[in-house]
């Protein structure tokens, strides 16, 4: 009886922090090595901060990238990554956004796969050096 009850009050209390935080959009793009996030929340309800956590696509480590407080609905939010050249070898690297209510709640709200390669940044100063040989 107890677990019965415990699951209906997670559930509920999922269901009902779930509507806290709707997306109108979120994107993610490859600028020349710099991997720029950006969202806007179309509903934003009890919403304190937003966490970018990013992750190689097979490791288990979620890096905390940035935490942005909650500014309202309709507000464009902008993450520049800029570090990733030092923290990922791998093809592909997983983003996710997460809320932190005002009571302390973490939601998920998306998570997004981006194809990373590697840039003229990531080049050892030999390699460089190699490509204006004779």
Do not use: C
């Amino acid at each position: 009886m107890r677990v019965l009850l415990f699951s209906l009050m997670a559930f509920f209390l999922v269901a009902a922090s779930s509507k806290s935080v709707q997306l109108r959009y979120f994107n993610t793009e490859n600028d020349a090595g710099v991997i720029l996030v950006t969202w806007e929340a179309e509903q934003e309800t009890d919403v304190k901060t937003y966490e970018l956590f990013r992750k190689p696509a097979h490791g288990d480590e979620l890096v905390k990238v940035a935490q942005v407080p909650a500014h309202g609905e309709d507000v464009r939010y902008f993450v520049r990554d800029d570090k990733i050249y030092k923290s990922s070898t791998f093809a592909y690297v997983d983003y996710r956004l997460e809320a932190v209510l005002n009571n302390g709640v973490r939601l998920k709200v998306i998570e997004r796969q981006v194809n990373y390669t590697s840039t003229a940044i990531r080049r050892s100063w030999g390699s460089i050096k190699a490509m204006f040989r004779n």
